[in-house]
């Protein structure tokens, strides 16, 4: 018994640590968040429904906070909101998270109490589509069960120190959170003063992989990897290039694109001006996206 003994001792000391910091999502429990400085709140992006929020207590006090900055492509956000009263939850190492891990996983309930529960790291590393269909990487796969309601809360090592960010139920008792690694502390930081990430477009509007090889193949063009561009918005980016409908985009700043993930990351390391390397039926074409201004 003495395991379980231990198991029930650390259980306790979790709860008591991490519930000053935890807090609901929304009149109806959209989701779970964590008071991580003072007047600021972190969630999910996809909790949020409008630039204010509710945001309700361990202490039964209810607040109406304001969105100070949001990035819903990695499916987190920042609520400025009065704390009074409330805890930040420490910090622990969540980039040291590996295999076999202990973690405990909390938060919010309809009635104002903590939720707290028990599991182990099953995989790192693993990447899931955020709200708008991004890839987000580098998530933390566990075993720790969460409730409806439970996305943005926090998971916690034995202190109730924070390892991660609950984000994405994979089912059959499997859970993804987002690290609380140097990065994360990094975004949640820039999103509590404000700087709410812009994203590189290119404008334009892209078929899925299988349909450019399709297409490719129906007209006798042998087979190649890319994005294929079925629209170009005026004035944008791509347009100013030259890129156009039907093109076969294969290479963004140099770096080689097979798919649209491929295209959104390249994306965000590449600064105007840069060429995109494009295959416009069997020729292939370097065009070049201007500098801005």
Known sequence: MTALTDLSTAVARVTAAVTPSLVGIGRHLRGSGVVVAEGRVVTNAHNLRGEEVTVRFA????????????????????????????????????????????????????????????GTVSAVERAFRGPGGRRISGSVEHTAPLAPGSSGGPLVDADGRLLGLNTNRLGDGFYLALPADPALRARMDALGSGESPARRRLGIMVAPAYVARRLRRSVGLPPRDGVLVRGVEDGGQAALAGVEQGDLIVSVAGAAVTDADDLVDALQTATPPFEVGVVRGAEQLTLTVPGEG
């Not at 969105?67 to 622990?92: N, Q, R, S």
């Open 59 to 118: 202490s039964g006090r209810s607040a109406v906070g304001r969105v100070a900055g949001v990035d819903a492509d990695g499916d987190l956000a920042v609520i400025a909101v009065e704390t009074a009263g409330a805890t930040a939850i420490a910090w622990g190492d969540g980039g040291a998270l590996g295999v076999g891990s202990v973690v405990f996983g909390a938060s919010a309930t309809a009635d104002g109490a903590a939720r707290v529960t028990f």
